[in-house]
T-cell receptor, first 116, second 117 residues
Framework: AQKITQTQPGMFVQEKEAVTLDCTYD???????LFWYKQPSSGEMIFLIY??????QNATEGRYSLNFQKARKSANLVISASQLGDSAMYFC?????????????FGTGTKLQVIP | NAGVTQTPKFQVLKTGQSMTLQCAQD?????MSWYRQDPGMGLRLIHY???????DQGEVPNGYNVSRSTTEDFPLRLLSAAPSQTSVYFC????????????????FGPGTRLTVL
């Protein structure tokens, strides 16, 4: 079975500080992709960053980086220099294919609030 | 490109009514999917399609039907609405993922907020 766990229902961070959002996963698939999405209060889902299970280097996209530790099955999102616009829900997700069957699993999300 | 579009944005139904949520994409993506989002539960996969004429069930398919007659459109049908189907529904599309990756990010529509009374 495929499972994503986000243990931080809510977090606060001071503006301009860095913050780490935790994500652990469980899967028996040999190949999978890990994603982070941002959902602001307006409701849309915005793709932030992707990490493939065979990628040797941690993914980075601007102020976002993914701290991928395969042995520990963790894929934490690091946001550097937080901005007020970063206040939103953040979802970790995993995608894989087993026996031709597509599996996609989302975590329950972390609500991040950036304090001025 | 309009990306992924969904209609309607809001809908209120009575128990037992049927309706279709529309989803369209103009990116020529093979893969399309439907999710529901409930408070505290993240997004859960309802149905997905890997191309025209091919659909499969996700995690929570009961009470929903889908079909894929064209690459662009992937409607979701509620056959007999129940209060438990009150949720926000998202449609998403991406290029077809290949086992072994890369697993491309999915592009999401704006969502449909459905209330069943």
């Amino acid at each position: 079975a495929q499972k994503i766990t986000q243990t931080q229902p809510g977090m606060f961070v001071q503006e301009k500080e860095a913050v780490t959002l935790d994500c652990t996963y469980d899967t028996s698939d040999p190949s999978y992709g890990l994603f982070w999405y941002k959902q602001p209060s307006s409701g849309e889902m915005i793709f932030l960053i992707y990490q493939g299970s065979y990628d040797q280097q941690n993914a980075t996209e601007g102020r976002y980086s993914l701290n991928f530790q395969k042995a520990r099955k963790s894929a934490n999102l690091v946001i550097s220099a937080s901005q007020l616009g970063d206040s939103a829900m953040y979802f970790c997700a995993m995608r894989g294919i087993t026996g031709g069957y597509q599996k996609v699993t989302f975590g329950t999300g972390t609500k991040l609030q950036v304090i001025p | 490109n309009a990306g992924v579009t969904q209609t309607p944005k809001f809908q209120v139904l009575k128990t037992g009514q049927s309706m279709t949520l529309q989803c369209a994409q103009d990116m020529n993506h093979e893969y399309m999917s439907w999710y529901r989002q409930d408070p505290g539960m993240g997004l859960r996969l309802i149905h997905y399609s890997v191309g025209a004429g091919i659909t499969d069930q996700g995690e929570v398919p009961n009470g929903y039907n889908v079909s894929r007659s064209t690459t662009e459109d992937f409607p979701l049908r509620l056959l007999s609405a129940a209060p438990s189907q009150t949720s926000v529904y998202f449609c998403a599309s991406s290029p077809h993922p290949i086992a072994g990756g890369p697993y491309n990010e999915q592009f999401f529509g704006p969502g449909t907020r459905l209330t069943v009374l």
